[in-house]
């Protein structure tokens, strides 16, 4: 009997490491959830960032050419117009 007592004692013993290296991986399982959230998240942002910046650029890339459009036209009518100055007598 007392070799039984033994035995049962040792599995009991197993038992309670089991438990503890279950709870290990669980926590484990959990933080590198999190981490793979985290990054999924900042991959997501990373990109939205790229697509917000090439946005931009392409918006200030029309605006510019928009603006030397508007800026020939009105090289254009100075040049049309004549200037008219007045003489100045003395």
């Not at 669980?26 to 999924?40: D, I």
């Amino acid at each position: 009997m007392p070799k039984l007592n033994e035995i049962t004692g040792e599995i009991k013993a197993l038992h309670t490491r089991i438990d503890g290296v279950e709870k290990e991986v669980a926590s484990l399982r959990s933080e590198t959830m999190t981490k793979f959230e985290a990054v999924e998240v900042d991959g997501r942002l990373t990109g939205l960032d790229a697509k917000v910046d090439v946005k931009f650029d392409s918006l200030r890339n029309e605006m510019i050419s928009r603006f030397e459009a508007v800026d020939s036209r009105f090289d254009s009518l100075e040049v049309r117009i004549p200037v008219m100055g007045k003489k100045v007598t003395a």
